[in-house]
T-cell receptor
């Protein structure tokens, strides 16, 4: 069975600085999808970034980028030029490319942004 | 695009009553919808996967007779908590995948249920 691990329960970053959130996963599959979701205090889950395992190029979305290391089964999220609005819980999620479409979520990392 | 709504956003009910929560995909068709439960400061726990026109698939440990799920159309799924008890108080979140591009789930804003 697949698992997703987020080893950092909480992280802090100074405004305008860069922070990296870690995510590792375990799977025997070769084709899958990985996601980072943000959950601010409103509790609305917001898609931050998505990565297809068959793509070697790391996904980027404006200030958000990932470092996808397939062999190491690592999928970290880098937030550049951190803003106060980035403060939230961040969840890493795995989805197999076949079978059911359900996600496997990590336990989350709470990001605090310091002014 | 890909907006999911939930109604109500919060509900308070008496123990023993039933509560229905609606999940709608507003600007896309969703063959598959998901229902999650989230306890404070915890991750999302998948309760069931709902496919339009068929019976929901429940995760292990989730009582299907207590949490009734109906996915009658490509834009609407409902979760009914039957005979609710205080331990059912929680934050319930639905999500939906776009038909034909089902890799990504889009989430509703959630429903806070308080059972007195």
């Amino acid at each position: 069975a697949q698992t997703v691990t987020q080893s950092q329960p909480e992280m802090s970053v100074q405004e305008a600085e860069t922070v990296t959130l870690s995510c590792t996963y375990d799977t025997s599959e070769s084709d899958y999808y990985l996601f980072w979701y943000k959950q601010p205090p409103s509790r609305q889950m917001i898609l931050v970034i998505r990565q297809e395992a068959y793509k070697q190029q790391n996904a980027t979305e404006n200030r958000f980028s990932v470092n996808f290391q397939k062999a190491a089964k690592s999928f970290s999220l880098k937030i550049s030029d951190s803003q106060l609005g980035d403060a939230a819980m961040y969840f890493c999620a795995y989805r197999s490319a076949k079978g059911t479409y359900k996600y496997i979520f990590g336990t989350g990392t709470r990001l605090k942004v310091l002014a | 695009g890909a907006v999911v709504s939930q109604h109500p956003s919060r509900v308070i009910c008496k123990s023993g009553t039933s509560v229905k929560i609606e999940c709608r995909s507003l600007d896309f068709q969703a063959t598959t919808m998901f229902w999650y439960r989230q306890f404070p400061k915890q991750s999302l726990m998948l309760m069931a996967t709902s496919n339009e026109g068929s019976k929901a698939t429940y995760e292990q440990g989730v009582e299907k007779d207590k949490f009734l799920i109906n996915h009658a159309s490509l834009t609407l799924s409902t979760l009914t908590v039957t005979s609710a008890h205080p331990e059912d108080s929680s934050f319930y979140i639905c999500s939906a995948s776009v038909s034909g591009a089902q890799e990504t789930q889009y989430f509703g804003p959630g429903t806070r249920l308080l059972v007195l």
